[in-house]
């Protein structure tokens, strides 16, 4: 373990990630809208020394609007406001490959990376809910397999697209009037079964030389993603154990591809309920889960895993014989984590409700500062986690007790930083920067 740095990135959902935050009385949901809000925790995020703030995105209104603050600011747009307005933070926004076309998308997190000066990430997904398909023109949402085939493709040209100027394209020679080197810019010419995109892009090569590709997902098809392009992978588990598990395998199939294990971070996601003491924390956290509505929580196990349990049955073992195989959303893995979750824990429906309510499946976690620092340090040294997203049940004050109270002992541990050591996103994650392979082929031609 020695050498390795601990990676931290603040998740920003809007109000905070317990779906009741909005109601809870230190929530500002008033201010989901206001560009200051988001400058605030940005601000606080780099003040911590954090890796990246994080935004999550999709393509359709989530089903749960009417009982907390779902909508979405366009995550590009708010990522550009807070370039201007932070300094070495990285940013990282969600953008859909099966409801976008590579090559606007490519000019969007090109000019990120460049009004950031290097500090774009890209949190690339395929898009889980059907319900997109109506506002694109589909009369149905594509199978997991057919996302995932489009994903890879759509990967192959965003990566050739910002390859397509090499570094030294810009020539910039007022005495001689030639700005550019035209035989360093180059078209990429892909055709494809779901592409046909010539190229080049009409922007310059970037600070990173294209924004860090993170990912997320822990189906068949989201790891061998993961091992093929990922920078870095955004995980949800319950346990060590199968964090552990997870990790091995990421790091296994990164290696099958020729890559280097170390290049691949696995960031778990975790929601802290902070207090200064364990009954503290644990208070916290039934008081914003008594807060939660069973009528949505209800409507929200049935989507996720088939089952639709009365309001009568919630304090009864959750009935994991009526969970069916349900074909291609079975291969989902938040389908999976669910019913695993329920099996293995024996829980209610209402204690199964609480836990989904709290963070969609990611790891809770009430307790003191130390003992939070404990869970964290003993994942990232024993081979779970290379980091974590910090998912603050409520905000902005379940971040900022984070900040506060929770990475000064990190620090004091020797696990994170106390002071940034670069000024882009790969520089924090410890990331080389890619080359372009066109410029690798022409070097190659040349010898």
Do not use: C
Not at 155 to 181: I, K, P
């Amino acid at each position: 373990m020695t050498g390795r740095t601990l990676h931290l990135n603040l998740f920003v959902y809007p109000g905070g990630h317990h779906e009741a935050a909005w109601r809870y009385h230190a929530s500002a949901p008033e201010r989901v809208l206001d560009l200051s809000y988001y400058v605030e925790l940005a601000r606080a995020a780099e003040a911590a020394r954090f890796d990246a703030v994080f935004l999550a995105d999709g393509p359709s209104l989530a089903d749960d609007i009417a009982y907390a603050t779902r909508f979405r600011l366009e995550p590009l747009t708010l990522l550009s406001a807070l370039a201007a307005s932070t300094e070495r933070i990285g940013l990282v926004g969600t953008a859909s490959t099966t409801y976008s076309e590579p090559y606007n998308l490519a000019r969007q997190l090109a000019g990120l990376d460049h009004v950031s000066r290097g500090r774009a990430g890209w949190n690339i997904v395929t898009t889980g809910a059907p319900g997109a398909a109506h506002n694109f023109g589909l009369d149905a949402h594509p199978t997991h397999a057919d996302r995932y085939a489009r994903a890879d493709e759509f990967l192959d040209v965003v990566t050739a697209l910002w390859d397509s100027w090499e570094d030294d394209a810009v020539v910039g020679d007022r005495t001689t009037g030639q700005y550019a080197d035209t035989s360093r810019i180059h078209r990429i010419d892909h055709v494809g079964p779901s592409f046909s995109v010539r190229g080049p892009l009409n922007t310059p090569r970037t600070p990173q030389g294209r924004p860090v590709y993170v990912q997320a997902g822990t189906s068949e098809d989201g790891r061998a993603f993961a091992a093929r392009w990922a920078d870095a992978v955004f995980a949800a588990h319950q346990s060590f154990d199968e964090a552990q598990a997870y990790y091995a395998d990421v790091r296994r199939r990164a290696a099958a591809e020729g890559r280097d294990p170390d290049h691949v971070l696995v960031l778990p996601g975790i929601s802290p309920y902070l207090g200064s003491t364990e009954a503290e924390a644990k208070a916290l956290q039934r008081e914003l889960d008594e807060l939660t509505q069973p009528a949505y929580s209800i409507d929200l196990l049935h989507r996720l895993v088939g089952v639709l349990v009365t309001e009568a049955e919630l304090d009864e073992p959750f009935p994991l014989e009526r969970v069916a195989d349900r074909g291609d959303e079975a291969e989902s893995s938040r389908f999976r984590l669910v019913r695993d979750l329920a099996e293995r824990e024996r829980l209610t429906s209402r204690q199964l409700l609480h836990r989904l309510a709290g963070a969609r499946g990611h790891l809770l976690v009430a307790g003191t500062p130390e003992q939070v620092a404990d869970l964290v340090e003993t994942w990232f040294r024993r081979g779970a986690a290379d980091g974590f997203n910090i998912m603050p049940p409520y905000l902005t004050g379940g971040f900022t007790d984070f900040a506060e109270q929770v990475v000064p002992i990190l620090q004091a541990r020797g696990l994170f930083r106390r002071e940034y050591t670069g000024t882009t996103l790969r520089e924090h994650y410890g990331l080389p920067r890619p080359a372009s392979q066109f410029a690798a082929r022409r070097l190659s031609a040349s010898r």
